[in-house]
């Protein structure tokens, strides 16, 4: 299988070539821009001979079973080389968190190492870096899930399963090490807000959220000040339950090896009733507006800009993926080839597509010259109003979907790939064919689905708008785009400019 998964990822790989090529802007736009536009192609020489065939695959398959307490394991053997990758998935994440305590799943999962009951903090790390083994431990503020993960050689599997089920069953969140955490992260809040990618990115989602917790970027100063080790371990009491969990291995191991081991370390950690996790609706934004965040004396201006897009599985997923890399996604991207090779205004602009159980973002961004705010601005909408209201071209469509399914034949050469591909697969409940036919349904994609997916979501009246730079100079510039709202980094409405 390995083989055969190489030759195919060799032969994918010579098909990322392609060229594009400029188009006009629409007559009549509704948002300030130019009126006519050509667009310089890049023309790439000596291309790679282009493979006309689809990418076919049928992906392994996990190895299923479950732990006498309920605890269902997933396995992908990968014989090659003797080392293990495990994730221990719990399905509690950041829309779990109490309304009134932002970020304690992220907090939790920050906090697993820092002891247990059998260790310090000193002692975890000490023991980690003897087994050679590689610890971390995620959330997100609205995240569906807190994943803990480990790596390590083989031959130390049941050493590093013993320290693995001891950070995840038995953290004690020792007060001490709670006041270290909460005075770091405090001071890592303040150097992050004199970032102005982390203000924009907090600007925006808070526009187009609100209050749903993906309107949070960090955590807000009154949950990391509130935080205590009560609070954690009760989360962790709660929520860090094998009938809440799924763990999944990639590794030179066997379920009949691994199996026994699993039981010893993870058999009798008990199940118990977990409070459900509730998905906050998302109410769209329901008019176009501009928020200026000011940065004295800034020589730059941070812009984003979207809306909101679809939830993971949407029937348009894919006519979204393949637009949003025609758009903005890299640099053969219509983006960065107008405002960085033509224009000169950055030195990368790009667009992001996420999605989850709940809407996503389609969105796109740059850090442009101050003095240039204004043509940037045109320049983003006129491409927003080009993928609207003009049918990509054939080549460019080609050379889109070539990239993506490129790009996927590539990373079935990593095993942890193939992992995350499971696991996104288990989360959102997707058809077991799902990997094997997405080099087809990305391949299906139409020049006319790209149109109608960027008219239907990308509704330019809803657009939310943000920027930050040093209003006293782009303040007018921006004024035009949208009823303007000015904020200090703090997000607090500002009057007056000195």
């Known amino acids: 299988m390995n083989a055969r998964l190489r030759s195919l990822s060799l032969g994918v790989a010579l098909v990322l070539s392609g060229s594009w090529v400029g188009a006009q802007a629409p007559s009549g736009p509704q948002l300030p821009g130019p009126a006519t536009q050509s667009l310089k192609g890049v023309v790439l020489k000596r291309k790679a001979p282009i493979n006309r065939e ?90 569906l899930t807190s994943v803990v993960s480990i790596s390590g050689l083989v031959e130390s599997l049941d050493e590093v399963l013993d320290l693995f089920a001891d950070i995840i069953r038995n953290p004690t969140f020792p007060p001490e090490e709670v006041e270290r955490y909460k005075t770091r992260t405090l001071a890592q809040l303040q150097l992050q807000r004199t ?98 965040v000011h940065r004295p004396e800034s020589v730059q201006t941070v812009l984003q800009l979207g809306v909101l897009g679809i939830t993971r599985t949407d029937p348009d997923y894919f006519a979204v993926l393949v637009a949003n890399r025609i758009f903005g996604d890299g640099p053969a991207a219509r983006l960065f080839l107008n405002l960085r090779e033509e224009k000169g205004y950055t030195y990368g602009a790009y667009s992001t597509f996420t999605s989850s159980k709940f809407p996503g973002v389609w969105g796109a961004g740059a850090a442009v010259r101050t003095e240039v705010t204004e043509g940037a601005m045109r320049e983003f909408l006129y491409e927003l109003q080009r993928l609207r209201e003009e049918p990509v071209s054939a080549e460019e469509l080609e050379n889109a979907k070539r990239a993506l399914i490129g ?27 799902y990997w094997d036919t997405y080099p087809q349904k990305v391949s299906a994609v139409t020049a006319e689905d790209v149109q109608r997916v960027a008219r239907k979501y990308f509704d330019l009246e809803r657009m939310q708008i943000v920027a930050v730079g040093d209003a006293r100079r782009i303040r007018d510039v921006l004024a035009r785009y949208g009823p303007l709202e000015v904020l200090d980094a703090e997000g607090r409405p500002l009057s007056a400019l000195n």
């Open 407 to 433: 790009s996927f034949a590539l990373s079935l050469e990593r095993p942890e790939e193939l992992l995350q591909n499971i696991i996104t697969q288990k989360i959102y409940n997707l058809p077991a064919d």
């Open 195 to 292: 970032i102005p990618q982390l203000l924009a990115q907090e600007r925006f989602n808070r526009a187009l959220y609100g209050e749903h917790p993906a309107g949070w970027t960090i955590p807000p100063v009154d949950s990391i000040r509130r935080l205590t080790s009560d609070a954690l371990a009760r989360f962790h009491a709660a929520h860090y339950r094998p009938n809440n969990a799924f763990l999944a291995v990639v590794g030179d191991v066997t379920l009949r090896e691994l199996l026994p081991k699993l039981e010893r370390f993870f058999g009798d950690w008990e199940p118990a009733e977990v409070p459900p996790m509730t998905i906050p609706s998302v109410t769209p934004p329901s008019a176009r507006k501009v928020y200026l």
């Open 54 to 143: 689809i990418l076919r695959v049928r992906l392994p398959r996990p190895q299923e079973a479950r732990l006498k307490n309920g605890l269902e394991v997933l396995l992908l053997e990968d014989r090659r080389i003797p080392t293990f990758s495990m994730q221990m998935v719990i399905l509690s994440g950041g829309l779990a968190d109490p309304p009134d305590h932002r970020g304690l799943a992220q907090f939790t999962a920050a906090l697993l190492r820092e002891g247990t009951k059998r260790r310090t903090s000193q002692q975890i790390a000490e023991r980690l870096e003897a087994l050679g083994a590689s610890f971390t431990a995620v959330s997100g503020l609205s995240s």
